[in-house]
């Protein structure tokens, strides 16, 4: 997972997924996050691997806060020591900072 870009938090491997045609891999990650490997071939040397979704990636979530006028946003911190910014609608972060502590 080195040629991952966004590199991973956390490399190690927690999950293998690959599709019935076989020419594409999701690998989770102990970082919390999910890369597709695609256009796999038997004599095709993997290059990279696209980042698909993020999350907290260490024990809890400790905070959710919705935004106080937009329903589609929202706020959470966890122990990993960053804090995230949401899109409900998307189902994904669309920031992310991390934090000098947990929180």
């Known amino acids: 997972m080195t040629e991952a870009r966004p590199p991973p938090r956390d490399s190690k491997v ?5 599709n019935d045609v076989g ?16 256009n796999i071939q038997a004599t095709a040397d993997i290059t ?5 979704q993020r999350g907290h990636f260490a024990y809890e979530l400790w905070g ?3 935004h106080p006028t ?12 960053t ?4 899109s409900a609608e998307h189902r994904r972060p669309t920031h ?8």
Do not use: H, K
């Open 14 to 18: 927690r999950s293998v997924s690959i």
């Open 70 to 81: 937009d329903p589609d946003v929202y706020a959470t911190v966890g122990d990993d020591c």
């Open 96 to 103: 992310e900072m991390a934090i000098e502590t947990m929180s």
């Open 64 to 66: 959710l806060a919705p």
């Open 83 to 86: 804090l995230r910014i949401w």
């Open 23 to 38: 020419n594409t891999i999701l690998v989770g990650t102990q970082g919390s996050e999910l890369f597709e490997i695609t």
């Open 48 to 52: 990279g691997a696209t980042l698909l």
